[in-house]
């Protein structure tokens, strides 16, 4: 037996050993300081006394019905907005277009997305100077809430933009599992509009496929902490806000009554997953009704138009976020109302980039070697299972820790960390990033991985070629572009992490994102400009080499430029 086959049969358990490891003793470091022990701070004895302590803090259930709120809101409008763009515009240019798209949206950062529509919608932001005073008659910011509002409107628009990539990558994964062609063809054949065709007849199968990536992002936008830091409300903030404020308590007893607030945010999530299978059964309803009432729902142009222009706002909104983040970088004096900085200057730049070296340098360094480790497990785990048929099943463990809050397991892992000494140590950090780059390094490429024709291995096999040796040499080349771009996801994710880049790393291990949110509390937005435009940059430089390396490798074989 080769090492390459021993490597591929360890791979299953090893990959499930580095991820739900993590996950279980995190939640058990969270569970036992939130009944009270935590021997190191002086807990000896199981209590209820933090629950009833968290219990009384002002505000506590506002602060977790937002939450629930955030995650139910957010999730439904992104999942809407793409299914009826898909629903409309299923084969036409205008979604072939918006595929194109995807990668470059997918690649920015949620704290990046935020700044960016923070400076766009902020009373003194880039969409109020446009139409001032023209328009509104102000020569100065009006006094409105817009960021930070407490109803989390806004947070709830930066979640929307940054899902709607996410959950559109995963449909597009999941439309080749489905006979979509024919159904809609069918459905239309029957006399039914575009829009009905796809919701009566197709919906149901496909969206079995991209159920478990609707409920990681509810998990997801009802515990984020970096965009609430950036556009949630702070009186009350969202309950993950209010369990990092004590978590960074300097009075250690806080430590127990944070814990007792990440098993609440624990049960915050599973009742926002239980409400959105309520959620799931109403819309099922919804379906067999309007299907069994035989509506066509042949006049549908204006629905069309109306997804067409949700979805065509939200890449604009987010392209011009990032637009306005590289103009206030390179600003001078930029007073309100004015459209325009009155000067052009490199000065943000020069002062921020001496200071941004070592958080840089952590950034790249960890977002490299965990997307690396996650490549190699991940094609190790699918190489045992082209080899076996089996095992599909058990490695949808994987997505497990994109399901669990990252509060909720994150503080029992620091208090792990600490206990084993490795706390704010660069393996330790690999390792908290790798839990959350792994599963989607494993989404991107499962779908090509499986979907290589297995008649190459066939003719490798009969030319005497031995399976280490049709991996490295077929399968891998063919794959290069599916492989290159499940790097650069992996990259993206790792850049934008931010909770567990703050608990693990102490503060002592800062990367771009960890100063970005930092800097949200001063409102230099030159400043800001400048990490949160490198945030973006370096994703965006990912997804180029992703894209233009393949036709550099094989420039004299067109068949895998493709």
């Not at 709120?69 to 992104?78: C, D, E, H, R």
């Not at 070592?358 to 490299?368: R, Y």
Request: proline share 6%.
């Amino acid at each position: 037996m080769t090492s390459g086959v021993r490597l591929a049969r360890l791979a299953p358990p090893l990959t499930l050993i580095i991820l739900l490891g993590p996950l279980a003793f995190g939640l058990a470091g969270t569970a036992l300081p939130a009944f009270g022990y935590l021997p190191e701070l002086g807990g000896d004895r199981l209590t209820t006394d933090h629950f009833v302590a968290l219990d009384a803090v002002p505000g506590i259930y506002r602060s977790a019905l937002l939450s629930i709120i955030v995650g139910l809101g957010s999730t439904l409008a992104a999942l809407i907005a793409v299914a009826a763009f898909v629903a409309s515009d299923l084969g036409t240019p205008v979604f072939a277009r918006m595929r194109r798209m995807i990668s470059p949206l997918l690649s920015v950062p949620h704290a990046a997305a935020a700044f960016g529509l923070a400076f766009l919608i902020a009373p003194s932001g880039m969409i109020m100077r446009l139409i001032s005073p023209w328009l509104t008659g102000l020569d100065r910011p009006p006094d409105l809430l817009i960021v930070n509002d407490p109803l989390a409107l806004s947070m709830m628009a930066g979640l929307i933009v940054k899902e709607i990539p996410f959950l559109f990558l995963v449909t597009l994964a999941a439309l080749p599992q489905t006979r979509h062609v024919e159904t809609i063809r069918l459905g239309r054949s029957l006399g039914y509009g575009r829009v009905a065709a796809f919701t009566l007849l197709l919906w149901p199968s496909l969206y079995r496929q991209i159920r478990l990536a609707v409920f990681a992002v509810v998990a997801y936008a009802t515990s984020v902490v970096d965009v609430a830091l950036i556009l949630g409300p702070h009186l009350p903030p969202t309950l993950p806000v209010r369990l990092l404020d004590w978590m960074n308590d300097p009075e250690l007893e806080a430590r127990f009554l944070a814990s007792a607030g990440a098993v609440m945010q624990l049960g915050v999530t599973l009742a926002a997953l239980i409400a959105w299978v309520g959620l799931e059964r109403a819309g099922t309803m919804m379906v067999c009704i309007i299907r069994d009432a035989g509506s066509r729902w042949r006049r549908d142009a204006l629905l069309r138009v109306c997804a067409r222009t949700v979805m065509v706002s939200s890449a604009v909104i987010v392209f011009g976020g990032i637009a306005v983040l590289a103009l206030w970088s390179v600003s001078g004096l930029w007073q309100f109302p004015d459209a325009l900085p009155s000067g052009f200057t490199l000065r943000s730049w020069v002062q921020a980039l001496p200071r941004m070296a070592g958080p840089l340098a952590t950034t790249l360094s960890v977002a490299a070697l965990s997307t690396l480790i996650a490549l190699v497990l991940t094609i190790l785990c699918l190489e045992r299972e082209y080899e076996t048929g089996r095992g599909r099943d058990a490695l949808l463990l994987i997505y497990l820790p994109l399901i669990v809050p990252q509060i909720s397991f994150m503080f029992g892992l620091q208090v792990l960390s600490i206990w084993l000494g490795v706390d704010a140590s660069f393996g330790a950090l690999v390792l908290a990033h790798l839990v959350f780059v792994l599963p989607y390094v494993f989404l991107s490429m499962s779908d090509p991985w499986r979907a290589h024709d297995r008649r190459h291995d066939l003719i490798s096999a009969g030319l005497g070629m031995s399976r280490t040796r049709t991996l490295i040499r077929i399968r891998l080349p063919m794959l290069t572009r599916a492989i290159l771009t499940a790097a650069a996801v992996g990259f993206s994710v790792s850049v934008g992490q931010y909770l567990p880049t703050v608990l693990i790393g102490a503060g002592r291990l800062p990367t771009v994102t960890t100063e970005a949110v930092a800097l949200a509390a001063g409102g230099n937005r030159r400043v800001i400009g400048v990490y949160a435009f490198m945030q973006i940059v370096l994703p965006f430089l990912a997804f180029a080499l992703a894209t233009g390396l393949p036709g550099l490798v094989f420039r004299n074989r067109r068949g895998l430029r493709v």
